[in-house]
């Protein structure tokens, strides 16, 4: 990496931001909740029904599907041609109880100035349930979900023009915050400020290999454990 991303947000280089852009998942809240634990369950239950496979068949197809093609659904459309909206019906019929309404974030994102956007690979209606349940809904102007990617998903570079077409963004104007370093790319690349979000204390977690920062990732800006507190110390008075 030739320089090391930064931890203390300096709020001269967000001055110019007028779209603040966030993924769900492990973003919006932290990657200790493991929602993912429920998602990742219901999908290899349903590749298991789908395909006649034992679970450990399943689950290593529903990996390898996530590696090559972004997302499993994707890896199931193209190969098996299944429906969509079943599929992500299935996967986040999942218990929200575990994510608390989280007022401070609410405020930061709320001071923000400018547009608030759900950036997901995920639904319209796991969005609204997680960002519901965290009481920080009402604070984003919209959310643009795998249904409005055409089931495309990050990291592919399709997508992403999508949606700054879609809502009119400036991509030299606007920041990304991710938990996956390979879905910051394309966004630095186009000229967005990148904010990684990385587990406060990784011996807590499970996490794979390409999903932690290397030294590689020299298209990461920042770094946080603390979205909440990496947000209010942005001052724009």
Do not use: C
Request: glycine share 6%; no cysteine; net charge negative.
């Amino acid at each position: 990496m030739e320089k090391s991303p930064r931890t203390a947000p300096d709020t001269r280089d967000f001055a110019h931001i007028k779209d603040w852009v966030f993924d769900l998942d492990n973003t919006l809240y932290p990657h200790r909740v493991n929602l993912f634990a429920q998602i990742d369950k219901n999908m290899t239950a349903y590749v298991s029904e789908l395909l006649q496979l034992d679970p450990v068949e399943a689950r290593a197809l529903q990996k390898r599907y996530y590696h090559e093609h972004g997302t499993t659904l994707q890896g199931l459309m193209l190969h098996y041609g299944i429906d969509p909206n079943t599929f992500l019906e299935r996967a986040h019929a999942i218990d929200y109880s575990a994510l608390l309404p989280h007022p401070e974030l609410g405020e930061a994102i709320k001071a923000l100035p400018g547009r608030k956007f759900i950036f997901t690979n995920g639904s319209v209606k796991h969005a609204e349930a997680a960002a519901g349940a965290l009481g920080i809904l009402d604070n984003f102007d919209d959310i643009f979900d795998i249904v409005a990617a055409d089931y495309v998903p990050k990291p592919a570079g399709a997508t992403y023009d999508k949606f700054a077409s879609l809502h009119r963004v400036d991509t030299k104007n606007a920041a990304m915050f991710e938990d996956l370093p390979r879905n910051l790319e394309v966004p630095k690349a186009l000229g967005m400020r990148t904010i990684l979000l990385v587990p406060r204390n990784l011996d807590e977690v499970l996490m794979e290999r390409w999903e932690v920062l290397s030294d590689e990732d020299d298209h990461i800006d920042y770094v946080t454990d603390d979205l909440a507190g990496f947000l209010s110390g942005l001052r724009f008075d």
